[in-house]
């Protein structure tokens, strides 16, 4: 990563693809700076990029303190009416902040900008503590299926080869035999489950408390 962050053309090309991967790094670490490129570009004037960004972002919201630059960017969707402003501001809504200044933030940006209805709602609800749809669940349970087919799959097939390129006479390998050929690894489903659910994205509705 340190490597990519270095190359010439990394600010204007490349940058958007590893965000990802800073959240990631961010995840394992703790350390903010690999947020640095994901916070300076929440508001992003090309949607796809910015989509992106927010959609990576999600899944370590909830461990992060919205500083004054965030907050500002934050506003800025809503000053211009960016597509999608309000996921953001539900981003807002489950990070590690206090509930009571994150209410009166948020109606303090609804007294501030003039928003579409559907964003309006959203922001409303949201500042007097009632719930709101999770525009984050689908991609969510989209990585979730993904996370639950790799722990299920066999790891000695080379995912190069198609089905019928494998022999059909091999004994299918159950998932409890492939997980203890997973060197170092133990999958317990009822852990694993646990963490999925304790994320606050992965239900379909979020409110502030």
Known sequence: ????????????????????????????????????????????????????????????????????????????????????????????????????????????????????????????HLAVGELVSNPFLFHFLWIQQYLWLSFACDPLVNRRDSLAEQNPTNKMINSAEAQRRLVGFSLNSDSVWGRIRAHPLMDSYINIE
């Not at 670490?29 to 990029?49: M, Q």
């Not at 965030?70 to 953001?88: I, K, P, Y």
Request: proline residues 2%.
């Open 1 to 124: 990563m340190l490597r990519f962050r270095s190359r010439q053309d990394f600010s204007y090309r490349g940058w958007h693809y590893l965000s990802p991967l800073d959240v990631a790094l961010f995840s394992l670490t703790g350390d903010r700076e690999w947020l640095c490129y994901v916070a300076s570009n929440l508001d992003h004037h090309k949607s796809g990029l910015r989509n992106l960004v927010v959609r990576s972002f999600a899944f370590v919201a909830n461990r992060v303190t919205f500083d004054r630059d965030m907050l500002n960017r934050t506003a800025h969707n809503l000053q211009v009416r960016h597509m999608g402003c309000e996921d953001l501001v539900v981003l807002f809504a489950i990070s590690d902040f206090d509930g009571s200044e994150k209410k009166a933030q948020i109606s303090k940006w609804l007294s501030l900008y003039s928003l579409n209805p559907h964003e309006e709602a959203c922001l409303r």
